[in-house]
């Protein structure tokens, strides 16, 4: 489900202003998500929601909008209301936030599933749609290749910085880096999470072969090691 509409903050700077003059509005779109996500049928398993349901979500809406998703930024966050949450950022302003629904939040309005979210501040969000006249560029004519690692490092390393290791260490054929599992738990060392990476590598001039893949991917693998202990789980 979602709702579109508007919510009213304090206004936490200092300022003399009383009563309604302290408050200010923005429009904001919320997401929520939970239980199945399909139609029950006799071919198909039943399809769960979870964080990455709600993730493909945002990122649809953001490519509609024709934004430029080079230059948000996704971050970790902390907040009470949640498991866990991450920030899309632009120049250290928040956009937009998704997470699963805390348990002691769910508790308290007695709801016995998961649920995620993605609250848009769609006035922020607006602002970065393009004024300027769309421009087109050729589809590679090379496919792109696609390979995951599945990375265990300390609590306190990002996903933000998993992602600018990987770039700076494959600077030519590194297209994109994405998260599609995040994990903490059993059999993950106290103090440590797991992450499940996709790298998206392609040469527009020519067919990837496995030999340039697999020294790419190494490149990776070794950076990350070096840099923040990452471990293949």
Partial sequence: IFEF????????????????????EEKHLAIFTT??????????????????AVKGFVESIIKRLGINRKDINMVESRSDDFAYTFNYVVNDTVVISIGEVSKKLLKAFDIKQRIYVADFNWDKVINLVPKHDITYKPISKFPAVRRDLALIV???????????????????????VGIFDIYQGDKIPEGKKSYALSFILLDENKTLTDKIIDKAMKRIQQALEKEVGA???
């Fill in 5 to 24: 509409g508007k919510i009213y903050k304090r206004n936490l700077v200092a300022t003399k202003a009383t009563g309604v003059k302290n408050y200010f």
């Fill in 35 to 52: 239980g199945k996500m399909n139609v029950e049928n006799w071919n198909s398993n039943d399809i769960k929601a979870d964080f990455f």
């Fill in 154 to 176: 300390d609590k306190a390393v990002t996903f933000e910085s998993l992602k600018k290791i990987a770039f700076n260490a494959e600077r030519k054929i590194l297209k994109e």
């Fill in 231 to 233: 471990q293949l789980r």
